[in-house]
C-alpha cells in the first residue's frame, strides 16, 4: 500500500502549484473545476501528487487551522536534500529546524498558506 495523494486547502492553487513543481521538479498532472464551484490543481509525480484546491473565489484564501489541527506537516523524500534546499530559498521560504540524525537529514519550511514541509533525504 502508499498514500496516493493529499488534498489540501490553499489560497492559490496555481501558485502553489508552481512553487512546488520548482522545489520538488514536479509537474501539474490535472486542474480544472472541483467541488462546490471550487478549483483543484494536482501536482506531483506519475505515481502520487497533492490536490491543491480552493473555492469559489478563493474561498479558503485566509483560513489556517492551528498546528496539528489537523496538519502537521508533508513530508517529502529527496535524493539531494542541499540541491532542495537552495530551491526552497530561490522560491522565497526559510528552510529552519535542520536536522542530521538516524536515520537522515532534515529541514522544514512554511508555504505562502501557512503549511509546514519537511524535506528529508536517506540518501
Do not use: C
Amino acid at each position: 500500500m502508499r498514500i496516493e495523494h493529499v488534498n489540501i486547502s490553499v489560497s492559490d492553487p496555481a501558485a502553489s502549484a508552481r512553487s512546488l513543481s520548482e522545489i520538488f521538479g514536479w509537474q501539474v498532472r490535472w486542474q480544472g473545476p472541483a467541488m462546490a464551484g471550487g478549483h483543484t490543481v494536482h501536482v506531483g509525480s506519475k505515481s502520487d501528487y497533492i490536490a491543491l484546491y480552493t473555492g469559489p473565489d478563493g474561498q479558503h484564501n485566509g483560513v489556517r487551522y492551528p498546528k496539528g489541527e489537523p496538519l502537521q506537516h508533508i513530508g517529502i523524500e529527496v535524493d539531494d536534500l542541499d540541491a532542495v534546499e537552495a530551491k526552497v530559498i530561490a522560491a522565497g521560504f526559510v528552510p529552519v529546524n535542520h536536522g542530521d540524525y538516524d536515520p537522515g537529514r532534515r529541514f522544514y519550511f512554511i508555504d505562502a498558506d501557512g503549511i509546514e514541509f519537511e524535506v528529508v533525504s536517506y540518501a
